[in-house]
């Protein structure tokens, strides 16, 4: 039954399908953070330190060395920035040719080559900072994920972790996420409903009414979600969620979020909800402030779901270095 949930979890929580460059949403994402960060960094003169000191034309290797292990995040997106994008998005840059040694979501240690670039060394000089900042974040989120869904598994070895929408990067960070392990979680507002308290505040502070006023939409969505922090609404939310899947007015499994509880309030309530026999058509998600420190104990309770904040944001970037060497 545990490995019957986590799938299901992880077909509703991990889209990790729709993050690649085939998927016109994504690639702007990469778009914004490659070609407009090129384009930032270049300013109206281009590199004027490079110009002022290379005059011709020299081919050149560049090597991106790991200086730290970690988990591969951003290969795949710099293959098509440097190489294989339409030559319209780079008007100021020349082709290069990108070779990845190792794949996304691969392990690296430390020393090991990651990337080679090879092309004119004024072209290379253009794009190292771009690049390196890319892969170093991307592959700062992947390598922190991977610690933490480890230590996870660790107290529950079918959890699943998730990142929240608090990022910079977005669908990046959702993707470096999922590299280092870990799931989507929504992907965009259209993803999936997901009813807070700003949504019950609209109406009147009442969870049942919020309920009783969801008018579901045309269009196709992953699941159905409802937030909550009220310990004493839990199991009468879980028997109206059931009774409004019986309806056919949300599909199954329906989620409950429980939002800034304590471990053992949340185990207290799956165990009540066990006995009301409100589990088996749920899932069930902790979220709010969790911590690598409180992890473990999240994963302990039996929740299905484990969203952190803490994936994405105020992570270090893997030290990478970039070096070069006339061809």
Known sequence: MKKQRAQIARQLFNQKEKLTLDNLVYKQWVFKFTFLELEKDLGENG????????????????????????????????????????????PRLEKLEVIANFIDGSEFEKDDILLEIKGDIKEILKVERTIL???????GI???TKI??????????EVLIVPTRKTTWGLLDKKAVSL???????LNLEDAILIKDNHIAFNNNDILETLENFDPPKSEYKFFELEIDD???????AKML?????????????????DNMKPKEIEAQITKLKNNDCYDELLFEASGGINSKTLQQYARTGVDIISMGALTQNIKPIDLSLEIGLS
């Open 242 to 258: 059931k009774s409004m899947q019986k309806e056919g007015k949300i599909p199954k499994p329906a989620v409950i979020m429980f």
């Open 142 to 144: 992947a390598s922190h």
């Open 133 to 139: 900042n890319f892969l170093q974040h991307m592959s």
């Open 180 to 186: 280092g392990g870990g799931g989507t979680h929504r």
């Open 47 to 90: 590199d004027i330190t490079t110009n002022s000191l290379i005059h011709e034309k020299r081919q050149a290797t560049a090597r991106i060395y790991a200086n730290e292990p970690g988990i591969m995040a951003g290969s795949a997106e710099i293959v098509y920035f440097l190489m294989t994008s339409d030559t319209k998005f780079r």
């Open 148 to 157: 933490l869904t480890d230590k996870a598994k660790e107290a529950n070895h």
């Open 231 to 237: 310990k004493t609404q839990v199991l009468k939310v």
